[in-house]
């Protein structure tokens, strides 16, 4: 009796499985460890499966993913434990994040036993050690599931709250003391480096089920880092550094074309930069002014078909060769002209209607460059041929095209369109942060949270979101003219609405809600995980579209305010709520 | 209600200037409803005025009229003798600025954000400066923020700077409000139901806010259903009934007015016979003409309201 009551109450902060605290504890720490270990045995007889996972004594492939998530859970269990020196790991307490990462491994490790089972055909294909690793992850998670909960009580009717705990009130929080600066730094710089080497892996993985298991046990990671307070007490130490750490950040992405020996990836690098400047520059529509545009990539088409026609290329209509410089300019200004050209008619509207509308006039913009090909118009765009042939950037001299050898590192023509791109991205950002924390920006965000108050105080709301709009499509053109070089050609058909492949509105769009509207990292984060998610999973390409309304419908569901919460640093405004909250929690168990 | 003290609207009226809001003849109709029918209002420098009425008398029709948010079907509004025009970015540019009666803050913005949002009209850096940020931008940026302090000051919620306007409690909500409008520099300042939802005394707190804003020189135009507060704080007092302006006077000439107590109280529910004991004891007002035509007889006046306030 007693128990329903306490169930409902506090439900919570009672552990899913009823285990004795040191038995849970034990279960969690020997389960991951054996996990863990389980990646020097042999996981199946025969080398068939990608990776080789024969060997006895040494990881292959999906191991070494395994071994990460083993250890994991290790390290957290031992958190647990107040082990001296991990302190830092869950500075808002363990148990959630314990639960989190148990879940992770478990999934990396069955989905690879699933994975060697359905290409082998069978499960007579494990080895001892595969049995080992998909018994040692449940024990793990079993373990995690019993550890008491370290939650607060709320959202108890969010079925993922309720298992791990509510990741975003971490009771013991505290804000921490700052670090000497050097230290910060380093700290900083330490995770900058962890962060490229965790995207240069996850890039450089051969084969769709290796980036399958690196993604599972990455997310879960990140989940389970961010549950336990340590990504908090980063973003705090970043945002004491915000310069110094903008910075790490472009230089080690200026470094990841060095870290590869082919220019395949770099290739993958570059489109994804040009995805994710798109949607930074979507996100000032989106994100900060509220506004649905839902045919945002004509913006980058408009870009691309500008930056192709002044390329000097023999098949441009306009038989011009601009410098890049000028190209750049010409391409977002052209780009946001017809921003101003499309938003003057349609933003007269709002909501569902604007959505419709800006729909419709992307599709327009794809029509019409279809057919503008000497046929049924003038011959501007070549219509479905697009306009083949665009020459490379030459800048200062520097030809794009060619292969360059900087400090014995070879340099191929994509990583060279990499750092270009870079250079842009840094300028898109600039402009994105600078801009949404001005006066501008202050009245595009009162524009989207709520319009009739914006314009009582004084914001001619339809001006600015015009301004929004101009801009958006400013940076997309900005980013238009880059592509239409790395491609080769610009053809209308990458121009959709929804597709398989980005850029497409649809995916430029959920790049923005997933990553975190309003945010500069986010739509960033978003989009490089579409982009890598499509480049890497091809196997999936019939399912993606399928899959991707499933992840929105789960993300919509569980964390409408995508993966980078505006606003974090609300928490450290909160204090004394925090506080309340704490005394709450412990006077309730 | 009634035999409330007057000391303090006495005391405090000062001087009255010159007119500031002129509003003449404002007819507000939606479709066959008129919800502001021939409304004449004058608001001069330094003068607090009150807008009372019963429910669904217009009153914030009537302040959405003023400030731009509707176009009024007919009538003329004029601010320092120019005529305003029907936009509520222009009126708010031309010095008037207001508060809603169902709280509109920016919910997802700081407490200091909100109040920046309101110094909008008052700065004037673009998007290319706000990139540059060059000396112009920092030195506009900086003296806004300072602006913008001495207001959350001057309402009392410095404390609160960083916090997220939705997580404030109520009271400090509409208060924020205010502060808000008062960043845009106003000559006259409109609140629609400021004490709405608060305690004693947080609407004595309310109380003294408007007189502080009247003594920055900020003429306040205010829509309270509080009638102590509104009695106590406003030089004169505007009453309207059905979208009609009964009467305008100082607070005496308000209350002593039968047709307000009237319209108040109202006349056809007491004049009922189960109630009309009660409803002669203490209102002991003989209905008047104005009211409505109510005959002496209870049970044709019941028949004969009912009908009209359906309308
Ligand atoms: N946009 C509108 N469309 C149609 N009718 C409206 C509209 N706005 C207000 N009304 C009607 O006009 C009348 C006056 O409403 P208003 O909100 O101005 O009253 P009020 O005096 O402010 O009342 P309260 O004291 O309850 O705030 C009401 O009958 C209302 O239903
Ligand atoms: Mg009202």
Redesign the pocket.
């Known amino acids: 009796m007693t128990d329903t009551i306490n169930t409902q109450q506090t439900p919570a902060l009672r552990p899913a499985l009823p285990l004795p605290e040191a038995a849970a504890r034990g279960l969690a720490a020997v389960g991951g460890l054996a996990t863990a270990a389980s990646a020097f045995l042999a996981w199946t007889y025969s080398s068939a499966f990608p990776g080789d996972l024969t060997v006895n004594g040494y990881p292959g492939g999906l191991q070494w993913v395994t071994l990460v998530a083993g250890l994991l859970v290790l390290l957290y269990a031992l958190t647990g434990y107040r082990v001296p020196g991990l302190r830092w790991l869950a500075p808002g307490g363990a148990e959630g994040a314990t639960v989190i990462v148990a879940f992770g491994a478990l999934a990396t490790t069955w989905f690879t036993l699933i994975a060697i089972a359905d290409e082998l055909g069978g499960l007579a294909n494990l080895a001892s050690g595969g049995w080992v690793a998909g018994i040692a992850s449940l024990v793990a998670l079993l373990g995690a599931l019993g550890l008491p909960r370290d939650g607060v009580a709320a959202d108890a009717d969010n079925p993922l709250k309720r298992v791990v705990g509510y990741p975003g009130k971490r009771p013991d929080l505290r804000p921490a003391p700052a670090l000497p600066v050097a230290v910060e730094l380093l700290i900083i710089t330490l995770a900058l480096a962890l962060g490229l080497g965790i995207f240069t892996f996850g890039i450089d993985t051969s084969y769709g089920e290796l980036f399958g298991g690196f993604l599972i046990t990455a997310v879960f990671a990140a989940w389970a880092l961010s549950r336990s307070g340590a990504l908090g007490r980063l973003t705090d130490i970043t945002s004491r550094h915000r310069v110094f750490t903008a910075v790490g950040a472009f230089v080690a992405a200026a470094i990841f074309p060095f870290t590869q020996n082919s220019d395949a990836n770099a290739s993958i690098g570059v489109n994804l930069l040009i995805f994710g400047a798109t949607a930074l520059g979507l996100n000032v529509v989106v994100g900060l002014t509220g506004l649905l545009d839902l045919g945002y990539v004509a913006f980058l088409g408009v870009g691309a078909y500008t930056g192709a026609l002044v390329s000097g290329a023999a098949t441009s209509s306009l038989h011009v060769t601009f410098p890049f410089w000028a190209a750049a300019i010409t391409g977002a200004a052209v780009s946001g002209i017809f921003g101003v050209i499309l938003g003057a008619p349609t933003l007269r509207v709002r909501g569902d209607y604007l959505a419709i509308v800006t729909l419709g006039f992307g599709e327009i913009f794809r029509i019409v460059v279809n057919n503008l090909d000497g046929v049924s118009g003038p011959n501007v765009t070549g219509g479905p041929n697009g306009i083949p042939n665009i020459p490379d950037l030459s800048i200062f001299g520097f030809n794009l095209g060619n292969a360059h050898t900087i400090g014995g590192i070879t340099l191929g023509r994509f990583a060279n369109y990499f750092e270009l791109m870079l250079v842009f991205i840094a300028i898109i950002v600039l402009v994105f942060s600078r801009s949404s924390s001005s006066r501008i920006g202050r009245a595009w965000v009162a524009i989207r949270e709520d319009e009739t108050a914006a314009t009582a105080m004084g914001i001619n709301a339809f001006r600015f979101k015009l301004l929004a709009f101009a801009l958006g499509a400013t940076l997309a053109g900005l980013a238009g003219t880059v592509m239409a070089h790395v491609g080769f050609s610009v053809v209308p058909d990458p121009f959709v609405f929804a597709g398989p492949v980005p850029p497409n509105s649809a995916f430029l769009l959920a790049a923005v809600v997933i990553g975190g509207m309003g945010t500069v990292t986010g739509p960033l984060i978003g989009a490089a995980l579409f982009y890598l998610l499509q480049a890497k999973l091809q196997f999936l390409q019939s399912y993606q579209l399928l899959l991707f309304g499933i992840a929105l419908i789960l993300f919509m569901r569980f964390r409408p305010e995508g993966l980078i919460a505006n606003k974090q640093r609300q928490l450290e405004f909160h204090e004394d709520e925090t506080e309340s909250a704490a005394e709450l929690s412990t006077a309730g168990a | 209600m009634t035999d409330i003290t007057l000391e303090n609207s006495s005391s405090n009226s000062p001087a009255t200037g010159t007119p500031l809001l002129e509003a003449r003849g404002v007819i507000m109709r939606?479709g066959g409803?008129t919800?502001v029918n021939n409304v004449d209002l004058t608001v001069n420098t330094g003068e607090i005025i009150g807008l009372i009425?019963p429910?669904?008398?217009?009153?914030?029709?009537?302040f959405n009229c003023l400030t731009g948010l509707y176009i009024p079907t007919e009538g003329q509004v004029t601010y320092k003798g120019t005529v305003l025009p029907p936009k509520p970015f222009k009126v708010t540019q031309a010095g008037m600025a207001r508060t809603f009666?169902n709280i509109r803050l920016f919910h997802n913005m700081t407490v200091l954000e909100n109040v920046l949002v309101g110094r909008h009209t008052r700065t004037k850096e673009g998007i290319i400066s706000a990139i540059l940020r060059g000396p112009g931008y920092r030195r506009e940026e900086a003296e806004s923020r300072e602006k913008a302090m001495a207001l959350l000051e001057f309402t009392g919620l410095a404390r609160k700077a960083g916090h997220l306007a939705r997580n404030l409690p109520y009271g400090e909500q509409r208060k924020l409000e205010i502060a808000r409008a008062l960043a845009s520099e106003p000559g006259l300042l409109l609140l629609d139901?400021p004490t709405a939802g608060m305690n004693p005394q947080e609407t004595r707190a309310t109380e003294e806010l408007v007189f502080a804003i009247r003594d920055r020189g900020i003429a306040v135009l205010v829509?309270e259903?509080d009638m102590r507060f509104i009695f106590n704080l406003c030089d004169r007092v505007a009453v309207?009934v059905q979208g009609e302006k009964l009467v305008e006077g100082t607070s005496e000439v308000v209350q002593a007015d039968e047709r307000v107590i009237a319209a108040y109280l109202g006349t056809p529910y007491e004049a009922t016979p189960e109630a009309g004991a009660a409803g002669e004891a203490d209102g002991s007002i003989p209905a008047s003409d104005a009211a409505s035509d109510a005959t002496p007889d209870a049970t044709p006046d019941a028949t004969d309201a009912t009908p009209e306030e359906d309308q």
Not at chain 2, 55 to 62: E, I, L, M, P, S
Request: aromatic share 12%.
């Open positions: 939606f409803l919800a009425g429910n669904g008398a217009g009153k914030t029709t009537f009666q139901e829509i259903h309207l």
